[in-house]
């Protein structure tokens, strides 16, 4: 093999090299790191039921009502509203979805309605910018309805529900 042939096969070799160093480094998209992480679950405090029923409402910012004939008694468990944490760095704009409505159950099959709702950036599809600083993760607050009938029996009820959150 010649010395021009060589240097020809080289020149290939690097031309070759630098496409494919080219497309690497140029057709690799990535997405920001989105991390949601569970800090406090949506509680309902102690309630006691006083004949055909009604509803209670945890609000988002913990604040918690009650219509019809509910009794909201302050004695722990306490009230409070469900709180995730989300970080997106950089920062950038998410929108929220989760369950409109789920069941909850008590250990002896009582079945009550929780209606899922709202945060505080809004109802169920809501959009929100996050912050900017990556080390400060934002806050997502989430309340809840329950709907009484009247003839539920007393004990502890529990359930579940999915929120999703996408970056846009």
Same mark, same amino acid.
């Given at each position: 093999?010649?010395?021009?042939n060589?240097?020809?096969?080289l ?9 494919? /160093?080219? &497309? ?11 991390? @949601?992480t ?9 309630? &006691?039921?006083?004949?055909?029923? =009604? ?5 988002? #910012?913990?604040?918690?009502? /009650?219509?019809?004939n509910?009794?909201l ?15 997106? &760095? ?6 929220v ?5 789920t069941?909850?159950? /008590? ?7 929780? #209606? @899922?709702?709202?945060?505080?950036? =809004?109802?169920?599809g809501? /959009?929100?910018?996050?912050? +900017? #600083? &990556? ?8 309340? =809840? ?8 029996? +007393? =004990?502890?009820?529990?359930? +579940?529900?999915?929120?999703t959150?996408?970056?846009?």
């Amino acid at each position: 093999m010649t010395a021009f042939n060589i240097h020809m096969h080289l020149l290939k070799l690097l031309f070759l090299a630098t496409i494919l /160093s080219f &497309c690497v480094n140029f057709s690799f998209a990535q997405t920001a790191p989105l991390t @949601i992480t569970t800090r406090q679950a949506l509680n309902f405090g102690t309630i &006691c039921q006083m004949g055909s029923g =009604g509803t209670v409402t945890v609000h988002y #910012d913990g604040n918690r009502t /009650s219509t019809g004939n509910v009794l909201l008694i302050e004695k722990a468990p306490t009230a409070q509203a469900a709180i995730y944490e989300i970080k997106l &760095c950089p920062a950038g704009n998410v929108n929220v979805t989760f369950d409109a409505t789920t069941i909850l159950t /008590s250990g002896n099959g009582t079945r009550i309605t929780l #209606d @899922i709702g709202p945060t505080e950036y =809004g109802l169920n599809g809501c /959009s929100f910018m996050t912050n +900017s #600083d &990556c080390n400060t993760p934002m806050l997502l607050r989430v309340g =809840g309805t329950l709907h009484l009938l009247g003839n539920e029996n +007393s =004990g502890n009820f529990s359930g +579940s529900f999915s929120i999703t959150v996408n970056q846009q």
